[in-house]
């Protein structure tokens, strides 16, 4: 097959070398936006479009043309949408999926053609290194055995946004009224590359922080 590569995110882009490193397979990889371009994809006439992690909309004549895949870390259909990681650390959850489906016009609704377990305990690199080996794996399987499409239950759906950069901020009312556990999943969720924790302190500045545990 000739398997056209779109992202961004290092571990996405992991995913997509080490499988053109292990398989017989084509591979085109475009490795950011700037260099994304639809001329020589329609050149490299793919046969799978793979936008792991991707975060801007793909041309919906794109979606019509070609088969593409969406790698999503959450358990589809429920925390569609933007920052699954965070949204899940933050209400508590512990275990979740790396789902793979088919991309359609609305946001995260295509047929699933794969899932697998995802824990979400640890250090945000400890979670994408789990992400990068599922993706990896499911991704061999769809390419040795095709694609097994299930319709996602719509009626199960819940929704998340993408955080800001302000929602950062863990708030005085956050320290006075959160369990310790809430600030410690605030703060390992936003290890970098995101917008890190931060307090606001008197003098103004911001005070980063990066790493926490509890006591």
Known sequence: MRIACVGYRNWALNI????????????L????????????????????ILFYGWSWVVPSHLLKRY???MLHPSPLPRYRGGSPIQNQIIQGETHSKVSLFIMSNVLDAGDIVSQADLSLLGTIDEIFKRIED????????????????????????TFCKRRTP?????????LATKPAKYLYNKIRMLGDPYPNAYIICSDG???????????
């Open 166 to 174: 302000n929602e950062s901020e863990i708030t005085a009312e956050e």
């Open 67 to 69: 088969t593409c895949l």
């Open 205 to 215: 500045k911001k005070l980063l922080i990066t790493a926490a545990h509890i006591v």
């Open 134 to 157: 599922a993706g990896v794996d499911l991704t061999r399987h769809i390419f040795e055995n095709g694609l097994q499409p299930e319709p996602q239950d719509h009626s199960a759906a």
């Open 29 to 48: 990889i475009f490795r950011s936006k700037a260099q994304f371009n639809t001329e020589a994809l329609s050149d490299f006439k793919p046969d799978l």
């Open 16 to 27: 997509y070398d080490r499988l053109a490193a292990s398989t017989d397979h084509v591979f």
